[in-house]
């Protein structure tokens, strides 16, 4: 499934498949497709997978808690 994923965002970046169609082909809403396309973005296709997504999003917000923790200088 992680691979699938992969290909169907490469498709749509190189226009082989506009957002529109890939949605409606595989069921998607466009806010899944961006999670998708966000995941490859930030952590390549290992951050597609479902667990996978779960640890980086609590790693994200973990970080961003801290950052906004952080004393000012």
Known sequence: MVRHKAVVVAAVRNG??????????????VEEFLAWQRSIDRYGVPGLRTTRLQIYRDTDALLAKRQSEAPRR
């Not at 082989?16 to 809403?29: G, I, V």
């Open 16 to 29: 082989t498949l506009s957002l529109q169609e890939a949605c409606q082909r595989y069921n998607l809403s």
